[in-house]
């Protein structure tokens, strides 16, 4: 009986030492993809927005405005390593239903990293673009420090720089913060009356656009929780700023807040089980059982080794030669 309970206890705490590793390094990466087949719509949401309207030549203030985005994966340019995301967005002045601006983009990355590749026409609004950094999101396990992140409007790649944690609508994230100087994306050729320049006739002006971009990323999965964009977008004439052309803050709805986090939460559970808990109790019990399986194996041969033979009785052949002894004795 209890040769069976050691080799079922050495044979147990063998596959848990298998299992372990296993479970860390092959079964938790493998979840750690960006899907394939990805397909997400996103809502941005601002108050109080000032835009001027190019079809009425004139500034309007308070607006309520949102930014429509939606991003979905091109399967068949898409492998196991890379996927490729096509990303249109539209900024809408709900209350006035007028369409303030259009943007499109496209890229490959990392399916782990979230690190752009440079594959697949990368593009934004129709235009070849090298895109460099964090494109669409953060890294499965984000860390703790600034990273790279890409910017459509000024087509560069700027730091995104780690900030601290925060509990996010229940979800502890990551905060981090990218800002962008005031840099010149563009030029606009307007009257100049439209500019309060003296004179007539139109000039060519400087298009300025600054930024400051706050991510809520869930570690584990890179996941935004939440995103707000402080936007500034002006015409200058000589470093001067004569018209605002967007000036507001927008942040991600409620149910696009929900969304992700209804994304996050398979990840948010599994992985940390997968990578942590099951290899360590999985170790630790195979240790043990191993162990325990070797020390009865050890003490089976032990009690087997008693004086006399195997079975612990008296050999024969001693048995015999004392009986002779003892008949030839008077």
């Not at 340019?77 to 943007?103: E, G, K, N």
């Not at 895109?131 to 560069?156: I, S």
């Amino acid at each position: 009986m209890r040769r069976t309970v050691a080799l079922v206890c050495v044979t147990l705490g063998v596959f848990a030492l298998a299992l372990a590793p296993m479970l860390r390094f092959w079964a938790a990466p493998a979840l750690m993809r960006t899907p394939m087949d990805y397909y997400n719509e996103v809502v941005n949401h601002g108050e109080n927005v000032t835009y001027f309207s190019a079809e009425d030549l004139e500034s309007v203030e308070g607006a309520t405005v949102e930014a429509y985005s939606t991003f979905r994966a091109d399967v068949p340019a898409s492998d196991s390593d890379v996927v490729v995301w096509d990303q249109f967005t539209w900024v809408t002045d709900v209350d006035r239903d007028y369409p303030i601006q259009s943007t499109t983009r496209r890229a490959g990355h990392d399916r782990f990293t979230g690190q752009a590749v440079e594959c697949c026409d990368p593009s934004v609004n129709g235009e070849r673009v090298v895109q460099r950094g964090q494109v669409f999101k953060f890294p499965f396990l984000t860390e703790r420090r600034d990273h790279e992140f890409f910017d459509t409007t000024t087509r560069r790649t700027w730091p995104i720089e780690f900030e601290g944690e925060e509990t996010v609508h229940g979800v502890d994230t990551y905060r981090f913060v990218q800002v962008i100087e005031p840099t010149r994306v563009g030029e606009r050729t307007l009257p100049r009356s439209l500019l309060g320049l003296e004179g007539e006739g139109d000039v060519t002006a400087d298009e300025m656009f600054s930024l400051t971009r706050t991510y809520w990323i869930e570690p584990t999965t890179g996941i935004p929780i939440d995103l707000v964009e402080e936007h500034h977008r002006a015409v200058s004439v000589d470093g001067e700023e004569r018209l605002v052309l967007f000036d507001g803050d927008l942040r991600f709805t409620e149910e696009t807040t929900e969304g992700y986090i209804e994304s996050a939460t398979p990840g948010m559970t599994r992985l940390p089980l997968l990578r942590e808990t099951l290899p360590v109790t999985l170790a630790a019990a195979g240790a043990a059982l191993t162990v325990l399986g070797l020390v009865l194996s050890a003490g089976r041969r032990r009690d087997g080794r008693r004086p006399g033979g195997e079975d612990g009785s008296v050999s024969a052949g001693p048995a015999r030669r004392l009986g002779r002894r003892a008949r030839r004795e008077p």
